[in-house]
């Protein structure tokens, strides 16, 4: 008999007395929760995420489609960075007024690599008004996982409003589990007993998001 065997033997016996649920698991906790905390419009759920980024110590950009590139630019100019991370999907125009150079983003590229990379640019999935949350999953313009947790400076762009929900549940309608969820809330962090922040220990020291106005009209929440 294998130390399984034993063990799930011994929880059978424990529990040989114990009464049956009367409904199943699945049926006894209700699952009717808020899909939204009130009611926003469009505009004022963009305002909340923005609320949100920055209260997480993200710093927080608008800029209109026509003008991404340059502010992109300017981001980077004004953090002196020298060389940026590219994941293969990214628009090229999101870099086009940059003279960073552009590294590519290869399965090869080791810790040290990539720590030595200044900055990286990358689009995003989506991202949840209510607790301030950008969603990567890996498609194309976000490239692996690893390459938003080792450089130091990313900036992440996001198409307002069309890549904005409110909620976490509506998020979750959007994404597809079985991909590579990173979930982010402003730059990493963390801190010990006597409550002394540390940033940069588990990814960026700085987060930088732009919500660009992809000029769309359409209602974000279901």
């Known amino acids: 008999m294998s130390s399984r065997e034993r063990i799930l033997g011994r929880v059978r016996r424990a529990l040989a007395d114990v009464p049956r649920d009367d409904a199943p698991y699945e049926r006894a906790v209700g699952r ?7 009611e926003r419009t469009v505009a004022e759920t963009v305002e909340l995420l923005a609320e949100n980024l920055a209260d997480y110590r993200a710093v927080v950009h608008r800029c209109t489609a026509g003008d991404l590139a340059s502010t992109v630019a300017g981001l980077l100019a004004a953090r002196g960075s020298r060389t940026v991370l590219v994941p293969p ?4 125009d999101w870099l086009a007024s940059s003279v960073a ?3 590519p983003d290869r399965a090869g590229s080791t ?3 990539l720590d030595r990379i200044d900055s990286v640019v990358t689009g995003c999935a989506v991202a949840v008004a209510e ?4 969603v990567l999953d890996g498609s194309a313009d976000q490239g692996r996982r690893r390459i938003t947790l080792v450089p130091d400076h990313h900036i992440c762009v996001v198409r307002v409003p069309g890549q904005v929900v409110s909620s976490v549940p509506q998020a979750l309608e959007r994404l597809d589990p079985a991909r590579p969820l990173t979930w982010i809330s402003g730059p990493s ?3 010990d007993i006597e409550l002394d922040r540390v940033e940069g220990v588990h990814g960026p020291r700085t987060l930088e998001v732009v919500l660009v106005d992809d000029q769309s009209r359409d209602e974000v929440r279901s």
């Open 111 to 113: 810790a040290h690599e």
């Open 101 to 103: 150079e552009r590294v």
């Open 32 to 38: 009717d929760c808020l899909r939204e905390h009130g």
């Open 89 to 92: 999907g990214l628009d090229p």
């Open 131 to 134: 607790t301030g949350t950008i």
């Open 189 to 191: 962090a963390t801190s």
